[in-house]
């Protein structure tokens, strides 16, 4: 069983105890995001953590990795999702705590062998409507500057829910862009793990990234010391878990030339790469996948290579999040 700590928030800033955050993060679309928060969430509840998934992504996909549509359509689309606390917000309805919204995915939980939990806040396709509504009616300067503090702290707030004080790990699957509802995910989290292909674009997307999340922290801890009346001041800084190369074609048990080479780029900038990286599997990922359980928990899966490397990936996860305690 592992413990994580966290790094930040060493003083006792917030009154419930903190919750470990990481997102899942990259511009580029379809670059195996959703797939690798899925899997990691479901293998770490698998070792006996109390996972906590939130769904930021407007094309739901996380959500329905585990729902089928009817049923989130049913029993979550008008009340349980993430979008009726992010509406909150701007005032439009009456605040929702993040805890309220929990879901626990039945099939996924069945399959886990331990003691471990795994839940979720699901998505709703009218998040893409949150970034514009949200900034509604403010004109640029300091009233703007005021709004867009309190709404990219938000979620850092609202993960500090006494009810939500029970889980080990909060994995965020963003979407494919750096909107207001990313930004709140970046300020949550303690670390960010960014998931992508070797590919050139890709690989220029990452550096960009992260010059755009050191921009983002630095403004915000520049807001947060200009605006403390909004919120008690704290320094935030995440950091970078790695990078998890997906998609990867390999010859001979080992990554094929062309996307070596984009990989040793990613290394050069200084960033952490994860040494195991997920193959690519049409057949287990992109197709026909029955829906609600994650391919590293099924059982008799078509690969075990496959889902090995998403065991051993989870094991540097751990790794990299440098926990403070590893009892076995
Ligand atoms: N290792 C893999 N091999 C083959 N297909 C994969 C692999 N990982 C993910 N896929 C498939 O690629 C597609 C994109 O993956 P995924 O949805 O995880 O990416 P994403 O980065 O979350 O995308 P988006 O940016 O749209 O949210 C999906 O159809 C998924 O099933
Ligand atoms: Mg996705």
Redesign the pocket.
């Known amino acids: 069983m592992v413990i994580l700590r966290r790094a930040r928030y060493g003083s006792p800033v917030w009154e419930v105890p903190s919750v470990y955050v990481v997102s899942v993060i ?1 511009y580029k ?7 690798l928060t899925a899997n990691l969430g479901a293998e770490l509840a698998n070792r006996g953590m109390k996972v906590l998934l939130v769904d930021l ?1 407007p ?1 739901t ?1 996380l959500t329905f990795s585990f729902y089928e549509p009817d049923d989130w359509r049913e029993r979550l689309r008008d009340g349980r999702t993430v979008k009726r606390w992010y509406d909150g917000l701007r005032g439009d309805t009456p605040a929702v705590t993040l805890g309220e919204l929990v879901v626990s995915p039945g099939p996924a939980n069945a399959h886990l062998a331990g003691a471990g939990r795994l839940d979720l806040i699901a998505s709703h396709l009218g998040l893409t409507d949150i970034d514009l509504a949200l900034a509604r009616g403010v004109a640029d300067g300091e009233e703007y500057d005021r709004e867009l503090f309190r709404v990219r702290g938000s979620l850092a707030e609202g993960l500090h829910d006494e009810a939500l004080g029970g889980y080990d790990l909060v994995l965020i699957d963003c ?2 862009n750096f909107n207001v509802v990313t930004q709140s995910a970046v300020i949550a989290s303690d670390h960010l793990l960014i ?1 992508a292909k070797a590919d050139y674009l890709s690989t220029l997307g990452i550096d960009y990234l992260c010059g755009n999340v050191r921009e983002l922290v630095d403004r915000y801890n520049a807001d947060s010391r200009r605006f403390a009346t909004i919120r008690r001041h704290h320094k935030v800084a995440p950091g970078i878990a790695g990078v998890v190369f ?2 990867i074609h390999l010859n001979a048990q080992r990554p094929v030339a062309a996307h070596q080479g984009y990989m040793d780029q990613v290394r050069a900038l200084g960033l952490p790469v994860f040494p195991t990286v ?5 057949t287990l ?2 197709t026909n996948t029955p829906r609600g359980v994650p391919a590293v928990l099924r059982p008799r899966v078509g690969l075990p290579a496959v889902q090995e490397e998403l065991r051993q990936i989870t094991t540097e996860f751990i790794a990299h999040l440098q926990p403070a305690e590893v009892a076995a």
């Open positions: 990259n679309g379809g670059v195996g995001k959703t797939t992504d094309q996909s979407p494919p998931p997906t998609m997920l193959r690519e599997n049409v990922f992109a």
